[in-house]
Structures are given as C-alpha cells and as structure tokens.
C-alpha cells in the first residue's frame, strides 16, 4: 500500500517569465531514476507543493515527446501560487501525479486538429501541440487559435511566433485589447473561426480558457456543424488530492481528477452540479 | 461466536485492554458532557450515557491528520511519510458509530488505497454497545444501522442485566477477547434469545416519522427535486458546516502544512462542502457558489443511488447528529422529507 500523499522531490531546473504574472517552471527530480519512471499523456496534471503552503493541481504544459522538459505554467493569483513565484532555480517543491485521464492521442491519428485556447488555458493544450508536432505525420491539418486580453497577457509568445513561420500548420493570434506595437488580430477568440476553413466531420476541436470563452466556442463549434463528442475541452476544479477522495472537484457522482479533465462537450453536458 | 462476560469481570477486560493498546471510550468530563477520549482506567468508561456530539471518527480520520513531515535542511527538503500504528480499542461507541467508521473504511480501501486512514483503521479494534433503548433522534433503523448490528463491528456488547452477551465479528474481535480468556464463557442458547428479543423490542421502539429514504433518492437521482426547493432548503442553512463535522461519514478534506518547530507538518484537515470556498478556485470562478448548489451536492453524495451504488449504502447512519447541530433545521431527515413530499417544512 502506498502513501499515496507523500510527494517525490523536485527542483526547478529553470524559470522563465511568460507574461507579468505567469510563469514557466521546469521541474526535475531531484531523483534521477523516478524521472526516468515518470510517464505521462497530454492533458494530465500534477499536485506541485510549496513546502510550507501546501498543495495545488497545475496542468503539465510540456509534451510526452519531450521527457527531458518537463513544465508547467502557472499564474500567481493566490497564496501558494504567490509562494511559487518567489522561488527561483535550484529551489525544491513537491511532485505528486501524474492524474487524470489525458488527452487520447491515438484517437487523434489521421484527424485535422483544431486548437481554440483563451489565456492561461493554452498550456494544458500546448502540451498536445507540441506532442502532435513532433509526431506530425500522424495527423491531418493543425490550426491554433489563441487569444488573450493583451499583447502582454500572451503566453509562449516565441513558440507563437515560431508556429506562425511554420508551414505544416495555421496560427492565429487575437487579442481583446491592442497595445501599441500590436499589428495583430484585436477581438475575442471565436471571432478566429472565420479565419480559417475547418471541416467539422474529419475534426476534433480542443477547447480550454475561461468559462465564458469555453461556452461561447462550443456554441460556435456545434453552429459550424461539430460532433458533441468531436469537441474536447479540459476542466478546471478545485482539485486537492489528485486521486478522487477529497471531493472538491466532484460533479455528480463523477471526479474532475480521476474521470477528467479531459472530456468532450457530450460528457460536459451530462455532467450534473 | 458468542461469549458472555460477567458484568463486574469488564473492568478486568478493560484493564487487559488497557495494558495492549490506548482505549477509547465514552467518558464523563467534569463540566458533565460526555465525549470520546482515550482513557486511563477501566473506572472512567460510562455505560449509560447520550452518544457524544462528535463521533469517534476522530481516531481514525483526526480533525487535524497529519499525513507528511517535511524537515528543511538548508536548500534541500526531505520528506516522510507519518504512520500512526498504535493499536486502539474503541469501547462502548454505538451502532452507528460502528457502521460509519466500516463506511469510511470502505471509502478508503477504494484504489488508490489510502495507507495512512488503513493504517489506524487496521490497528482499530471497534466494540459497540448495542442500543436497546433507541435514542430521541436516531432513526439508525432507516440507514440498517442499528440499534443492533449484524456486522460492521469487531465485538458488539448487549446488557443483558447481570452479565453482557459478546458477539465477535472479525479476528480483531477474537484477539480483543483472547486478551483476558479466562473472562469469558460461550454464551448459553437463553442469553442469544434473549439478545434477539432485545433487539425485536429496541426496532420497536422507533416511530412512523423517521427518515423515509427510498422516494428521496428516486428524486435526486434523477435530477427531479425541484430547482425552487433546493433553493428554500439553501437559504435555511447557515453555512456553519456542523452538519459535516459532526457525521460520521462525512470524510472531504483540505491539505495544509502547519508549522512545528521549523518542521512542516502537511496536515489533512476536515473541510465541509457547505463552504462557498470549498469549489472555489484560484481564477475567482466558483462553479457551486450559491446555497443551493451546495445542499443539493451534500444530498446527492449522501443519498443519491448513483453515490449508493459506488458505496453500498447511504451516507448516513441515522445517529441524528445533524438534527441536534443544525440551526437551520436542513438536517437529513427534514431534508429527506421536504424531497418526498416536494415541499419544505417553514
């Protein structure tokens, strides 16, 4: 039986600022073997400690593809996230996970993919992104659409711009409000749709951002003729313990942690508070 | 198996009990409450008393669990998990309390298995006292959680005036009596008849208005309670989350780290479902922010048959906690009665 609360060691191998109040933390163990051991999927997510705060569930926001980086991306907005943020390289937190069940990335071979992301929810995306990239011959055509309040509130602004160059796929960047020096898109995320041409019945949608994004896209989505089940999208809950017996995240009788958060718009629906 | 044990030999058995583990047992404080609380002697058990307000599930899933030490060493942290294997004997609690502790074990034998709750839980060995006088606001009949049991316990104790009959249910039950065998003595065929009949007197003893859950759960199953309802029930509770605290099946946690002495204690700390903040997340969005959801969500986990089929039962014992905590009267029977007749009480 095992303590199933007793984290394993890590430390931040690199920190590198994405906007004013959002960070990229990579972590590695600090034992080498159980970073060797620790597999993941897209889309699944960590219990990352603050020693002397606690802990909270960030999303891995690096690839599979990638073992060797593996990175989350986490904006300061509360007391522990605070305490992240003031650590530097070299310091230690706590790992617990991975949890959840993941993007399905096989189910994703041969299909177009399409990207809606607002914010702080690319992360949980970029780390399917990047996992499609490196195995791009798998899939059909690739197309981001992200946005954010302000040039300033874009997150992974050079992966963007080196997305943008590439040809095998489509970027498109909006953002709500302009800055001076944005010559961009200004406008909100599902206004991209018209930008790019999607065939609904060989595309799987992947939608994550604010709540208020989320449903917007998905009203949009089905209205351009999407499948429920081709609309996938990735929740977020108050998850404390990863593992389905805390209860914070639960919805009905199913858990955000263990049954999610990856689920498409047909299971969203039957999701009863 | 059944014994049965003389009733001026029990004090020999407690002391037996005393000398191999910590006992746990309903004793009278100076102020006249009674509560659980590891005793020192034999003489400090009550065996006549009102069951406590806070169930012994505090020695199994403590109000404040420690479950990680962190120690600092410069830069570098180690962590430990902390183990708790003291073996205990919880005396005299009662049905419920016997059924709740078997709930909350079950919740965490479910994978992943929690090995810090199993830990206690396996080093506990639970005695009830059978209720053969029924208490005002139990309805333990509704939930098949007494005021007898036939399982769920390790030993389970019936006054039967002169003596106590002692029923053993597990292996934990067997060592707990092998403890001072020469207290005990197979049980005569009269004393099990008279232990039956005790029990045919004590489900008796419960009236018609009790907690009727079968049309309740059909409802709230099926997403039938009305929206209107579920609002009034919201704007009677108080937020106080006593309902939670006080049940002995109510187990959702938050995790801190507390400060000792420069070492960090990552503690599990009861948290209740009726707290605004209990879904709220770091972004500011709170997906059950009003009353309502939060009421509907507590009755759901505890009484819907999806939870019932996952758990084997309903989240409630029938102890009546929540009736004697609640200020605002949203305890399980009125709530299960308001759901049944579609109406709430005012």
Redesign the interface.
Known sequence: ???????D?AWLADVCDETPDTRTFRLRFRDSKKGEDFHFLPGQFLEL?V??????PFCIASSPTRPEALETTV?R??QL?NALHKLGE???V?VRGPFGNGFNVEAAYGKDLLFVAGGIGLPPLRSLIWNVLDERSRFGKVTILYGARTPTDLVYKQELNEWRKRSDMETHVTVDAAQPGWSGTVGVVPLLFKKVIVHPESTLAYVCG??IMIRIAIQDLLALGFREEAIISTL???M??G??????C????RYVCRDGPVFNYGQIREL?? | MAFAIEKRAVTKWLEKLLEAGEVVAPVRTPCGDVLFSTVRSAEQVVWDFPNPLHPPKEFVLPQTDP??K?R?NG???E???VHDGTRRFLFNARSCDARGIAFLTR??E?E?????Y?RRSGNLTVINLACVTPCPLGFCICTDSGPFLSDSYDAQLTDLGKSYLVEVGSAKGEAAVAEAPSLFRKATEDEVSRRKNLEVAARNHFGEETCHFASAMRRIST?RVPDALWEKMGDWCLECGGCNLVCPTC???????L?RDGT?I?C?LR?S?QYAA??????G?N??AQRK?RM??RF??KV?A??YT?DGAVGCVGCGRCIKVCLGTTDMPAVVAAIRKGKWHE
């Open positions: 039986m095992n303590d199933v609360f007793l984290p060691i400690s020693f002397g705060y606690g802990e909270a904006r907005t509360g996230t070299g310091d230690e706590g604010p709540p977020e809950r108050m404390q313990c593992i389905g017996k805390c209860n914070h639960a919805i009905g009788h009863v508070e | 479950i990680v962190i600092r830069q570098h942290h962590v430990e998990a919740m965490h479910m992943p298995a929690d090995a810090s199993l997403g187990y959702c946690f938050s995790v801190k780290d400060d960090w990552r599990r948290d479902c209990f879904t709220l997340e770091a972004s969005h997906p059950r959801d509907k969500r759901f986990h819907s999806q939870y996952r």
